[in-house]
T-cell receptor
Framework: EVVLTQSPGTLSLSPGERATLSCRAS??????LAWYQQKPGLAPRLLIY???NRATDIPARFSGSGSGTDFTLTIDSLEPEDFAVYYC??????????FGQGTKLEIK | EVKMVESGGGLVKPGGSLRLSCAAS????????MHWVRQAPGKGLEWVSS????????YYTDSVKGRFTISRDDARNSLFLQMNSLRAEDTAVYYC??????????????RGQGTLVTVSS
């Protein structure tokens, strides 16, 4: 099973700043990684798939990069609505599909 | 508009059963693989089960194998999860999700509010 480890656990930033979130896989997963955003009480929303492709209607300030075992989600110029929990997920070696434990992005 | 409405959750005793349903609309249901993903209270996301188009391929996470059964009814645009022998650790909000685009594989696109399953005596 592929284990995904996200860092940091919590990231405290102010609106307008850049956020950099990391996800590390326990083995190579090529580019088979996605990022999700989840706000309290809501279903997760797909942001990025195949490591760097934005999903439908996702703003351009969200970008993904990486391949192999190390991946990054970058959010340029944070908006108030971006403060949420972010999860990475892999579909390289499945079943099972696995998720990281999440990074909470909070307002500083 | 793509919509998924989950239902069937509730409070059940350990060892009991529940059947979750997901009513989908706004897309061509029978062309999409479908999934169940759950989230225990205050915890992260966990993939539970997947079913391909025409129910050709079905997969489960190890912890639910032999206890949960996923199924679909394309005529009713509905996805189901029969949960038997429930355990406390199955307590979670259960989301149904379609794949991002037909045939695109395991990227999840959940659009519902989820349904809460609580297993407790």
């Amino acid at each position: 099973e592929v284990v995904l480890t996200q860092s940091p656990g919590t990231l405290s930033l102010s609106p307008g700043e850049r956020a950099t979130l990391s996800c590390r896989a326990s083995q190579s997963i090529a580019s088979y990684l996605a990022w999700y955003q989840q706000k309290p009480g809501l279903a997760p929303r797909l942001l990025i798939y195949d490591a760097s492709n934005r999903a439908t209607d996702i703003p351009a300030r969200f970008s993904g990069s990486g391949s192999g075992t190390d991946f990054t989600l970058t959010i340029d110029s944070l908006e108030p609505e971006d403060f949420a929990v972010y999860y990475c997920q892999q579909r390289s070696n499945w079943p099972p599909y696995t998720f990281g434990q999440g990074t909470k992005l909070e307002i500083k | 508009e793509v919509k998924m409405v989950e239902s069937g959750g509730g409070l059940v005793k350990p060892g009991g059963s529940l059947r979750l349903s997901c009513a989908a609309s706004g897309f061509t249901f029978n062309t999409y693989s479908m999934h169940w993903v759950r989230q225990a209270p205050g915890k992260g996301l966990e993939w539970v089960s997947s079913i391909s188009t025409s129910s050709t391929y079905i997969y489960y996470t190890d912890s639910v194998k032999g206890r949960f059964t996923i199924s679909r009814d394309d005529a009713r645009n509905s996805l189901f999860l029969q949960m038997n022998s429930l355990r406390a650790e199955d307590t979670a909000v259960y989301y149904c999700a379609r794949e991002r685009v037909p045939g695109a594989g395991g990227w999840f696109d959940p659009r519902g509010q989820g349904t809460l399953v609580t297993v407790s005596s």
